[in-house]
């Protein structure tokens, strides 16, 4: 994979989604994780597009996660327009979570999660079946070329052109660590496995300077501005969940760089989901991302699509069941706008 960066200019004391403005190029995935959150944030996305979830006391029961943390992540869901906050009808006070098109858009980065924890962890999980459209059969998803259809992998995809945010600007940014200890106790699903690797934003980061190339130590934190211990603890993280290898590239003294596995390259998906929608909804006419498809030579355009039928897919056409004859579909069939 051959990668041109365009570096940006260091930008001290950058606070907040609001000053995003057109001096600041725009970095499509750090921009979709600064706008979206860490796994509790997919989480609460899964249960309104799967299940069709609105109400605050319904996600913090079904999701059990502390009131403060749902608080604040549909806080930040909703300033960054992918929930709608208004006051249910009929329901005096009481508050629904609706989501946008924005927010439904965010569905392929969770249907690729979602793929990607079943091919890797599908025994461990219990088993979730995506329906796709009349007549019902099973929705596998995968992100093709919209030039040539074909399923799109990392070893494909050339980087011509990319923003990518400074160190200054990540590592100024306020932490945000999803607690992935409790995430690795809550009730397995596939999308749960998936968000062990890149639920938070270091891991996540970290990933997708591999599929930018970047091996060695000094190298990551060069790029992300990230404190060396933070750092350590993320590497052998994804490293002991085998995403990542960790092998000496020298000897005296003993120096190590780290590469991802076949399990790690297959993740490419998520982050290119995650770029698509960055560039789609953060950055109109601004964007600053070209990459080409290999195989056709062409701009690479990913489409989320149906791996069992071969036709495009969205939210509005996916139901989920946990019954494999598939009547029970809720979210998606119904729910999407
Ligand atoms: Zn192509
Ligand atoms: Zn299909």
Same mark, same amino acid.
């Given at each position: 994979?051959?990668?041109?960066?365009?570096?940006?200019?260091?930008?001290?004391?950058?606070?907040? &989604?609001?000053?995003?403005?057109?001096?600041?190029?725009?970095?499509?995935?750090?921009?979709?994780?600064?706008?979206?959150?860490? !796994?509790?944030?997919?989480?609460? /996305?899964?249960?309104? &597009?799967?299940?069709?979830?609105?109400?605050?006391?319904?996600?913090?029961?079904?999701?059990?996660?502390?009131?403060?943390?749902?608080?604040?992540?549909?806080?930040?869901?909703?300033?960054?327009?992918?929930?709608?906050?208004?006051?249910?009808?009929?329901?005096?006070?009481?508050?629904?979570?609706?989501?946008?098109?924005?927010?439904?858009?965010?569905?392929?980065?969770?249907?690729?999660?979602?793929?990607?924890?079943?091919?890797?962890?599908?025994?461990?999980?219990?088993?979730?079946?995506?329906?796709?459209?009349?007549?019902?059969?099973?929705?596998?998803?995968?992100?093709? @070329? !919209?030039?040539?259809?074909?399923?799109?992998? !990392?070893?494909?995809?050339?980087?011509?052109?990319?923003?990518?945010?400074?160190?200054?600007?990540?590592?100024?940014?306020?932490?945000?660590?999803?607690?992935?200890?409790?995430?690795?106790?809550?009730?397995?699903?596939?999308?749960?496995?998936?968000?062990?690797?890149?639920?938070?934003?270091?891991?996540?980061?970290?990933?997708?300077?591999?599929?930018?190339?970047?091996?060695?130590?000094?190298?990551? !934190?060069?790029?992300?501005?990230?404190?060396?211990?933070?750092?350590?603890?993320?590497?052998?993280?994804?490293?002991?969940?085998?995403?990542?290898?960790?092998?000496?590239?020298?000897?005296?003294?003993?120096?190590?760089?780290?590469?991802?596995?076949?399990?790690?390259?297959?993740?490419?998906?998520?982050?290119?989901?995650? /770029?698509?929608?960055?560039?789609?909804?953060?950055?109109?006419?601004?964007?600053?991302?070209?990459?080409?498809?290999?195989?056709?030579?062409?701009?690479?355009?990913?489409?989320?699509?149906?791996?069992? @039928?071969?036709?495009?897919?969205?939210?509005?056409?996916?139901?989920?069941?946990?019954?494999?004859?598939?009547?029970?579909?809720?979210?998606?069939?119904?729910?999407?706008?």
């Amino acid at each position: 994979m051959q990668v041109f960066i365009c570096r940006q200019p260091r930008t001290r004391g950058y606070r907040g &989604m609001t000053s995003m403005t057109s001096e600041v190029p725009h970095d499509p995935i750090f921009g979709a994780m600064e706008a979206v959150g860490d !796994a509790w944030s997919w989480m609460i /996305l899964q249960e309104a &597009m799967f299940h069709g979830t609105t109400r605050f006391n319904d996600f913090q029961q079904r999701l059990g996660i502390a009131r403060k943390v749902l608080a604040n992540r549909l806080d930040i869901l909703t300033r960054s327009e992918l929930f709608d906050r208004r006051a249910l009808k009929g329901g005096g006070a009481t508050l629904e979570y609706v989501l946008t098109a924005r927010g439904w858009d965010f569905f392929p980065c969770l249907a690729v999660a979602m793929r990607w924890g079943e091919r890797w962890f599908g025994e461990a999980a219990p088993p979730v079946h995506a329906l796709h459209r009349e007549p019902q059969h099973p929705f596998r998803a995968v992100l093709c @070329c !919209a030039h040539c259809a074909k399923p799109i992998q !990392a070893h494909d995809v050339s980087v011509v052109s990319m923003h990518r945010a400074s160190s200054a600007l990540i590592g100024a940014k306020r932490q945000r660590t999803p607690d992935l200890d409790l995430l690795d106790q809550s009730a397995a699903n596939p999308m749960v496995s998936t968000l062990r690797f890149v639920g938070d934003r270091w891991s996540a980061l970290v990933i997708r300077e591999c599929f930018l190339g970047t091996r060695r130590f000094g190298e990551f !934190a060069e790029h992300l501005g990230i404190a060396p211990n933070i750092l350590t603890s993320r590497l052998d993280r994804l490293v002991t969940l085998g995403a990542l290898v960790k092998r000496p590239y020298q000897t005296n003294p003993i120096r190590y760089e780290y590469r991802l596995t076949e399990m790690g390259f297959d993740l490419y998906a998520v982050p290119l989901a995650m /770029l698509t929608w960055g560039e789609r909804w953060l950055s109109p006419g601004r964007q600053g991302t070209h990459l080409r498809h290999n195989p056709c030579g062409r701009p690479l355009v990913a489409i989320l699509t149906c791996e069992t @039928c071969g036709e495009p897919a969205t939210g509005a056409d996916v139901a989920y069941s946990t019954d494999p004859a598939g009547t029970v579909g809720t979210g998606g069939v119904t729910g999407a706008q």
